[in-house]
Antibody, heavy 121, light 108 residues
Framework: QVQLVQSGAEVKKPGASVKVSCKAF????????ITWVRQAPGQGLEWMGWINTHNINTNYAQKVEGRVTLTTDPSTSTAYMELRNLRSDDTAVYYC??????????????WGQGTLVTVSS | SYVLTQPPSVSVAPGQTARITCGANNIGSKSVHWYQRRPGQAPVLVVY???DRPSGIPERFSGSNSVNTATLTISRVEAGDEADYFC???????????FGGGTKLTVL
């Protein structure tokens, strides 16, 4: 059974960094890409970036580019999202999701449970 | 950038049919996917490729896509269907997903 399990909630001060993990179960990790999405309070889903777990190519959203880094550890089937220089508007639930479908037409067939990141002084 | 427009809310009585739209220029040429997100839970894929259902999703959920509007149809709506619904396409030029703003389905 495919499952993505994320790390727990975090509270950070402005200017700090956070690193969220996403551990995959039930499939061959390097066969499917991982996308990171966040949802701020009262807002819709916002794409942050995605990583090809096979060749480690990444693509980042312009809004967070320069502050976000996506990585993987194939030995533990885990993907990571690090966001630096946190601001109050980074407060959101962060999700990882498994890419499914053909390249150029991905959708997301399995999601992590979400990680609440709160940025507050 | 490509923008997907959804109505903020849709209300329907139990047993009736809910239709949630996702509008964009020439969306009929793209493959549209739909997600359900209940409060406090992770999103769940309910329709992919315009009209296909993942295993485990009831037949009451169906999708269509034509010209400038894609539609998620939920037949015989139940209280448990109350959730936010998001449409999504893949922006090939930017190589990233695009999400609609979401529609809150209220079961009266």
């Amino acid at each position: 059974q495919v499952q993505l399990v994320q790390s727990g909630a975090e509270v950070k001060k402005p200017g700090a960094s956070v690193k969220v993990s996403c551990k995959a179960f039930g499939y061959t990790f390097q066969t499917f890409g991982i996308t990171w999405v966040r949802q701020a309070p009262g807002q819709g889903l916002e794409w942050m970036g995605w990583i090809n777990t096979h060749n480690i190519n990444t693509n980042y959203a312009q809004k967070v580019e320069g502050r976000v880094t996506l990585t993987t550890d194939p030995s533990t089937s885990t993907a990571y999202m690090e966001l630096r220089n946190l601001r109050s508007d980074d407060t959101a639930v962060y999700y990882c999701a498994r890419n499914q479908g053909d390249y150029g037409d991905y959708y997301f067939d399995s999601w992590g449970q979400g990680t609440l990141v709160t940025v507050s002084s | 950038s490509y923008v997907l427009t959804q109505p903020p809310s849709v209300s329907v009585a139990p047993g009736q049919t809910a239709r949630i739209t996702c509008g964009a220029n020439n969306i009929g040429s793209k493959s549209v996917h739909w997600y359900q997100r209940r409060p406090g839970q992770a999103p769940v894929l309910v329709v992919y490729g315009d009209s296909d259902r993942p295993s485990g999703i009831p037949e009451r959920f169906s999708g269509s896509n034509s010209v400038n509007t894609a539609t998620l149809t939920i037949s015989r709506v139940e209280a448990g269907d109350e959730a936010d619904y998001f449409c999504q396409v893949w922006d090939g030029s930017g190589d990233h997903p695009v999400f609609g703003g979401g529609t809150k389905l209220t079961v009266l």
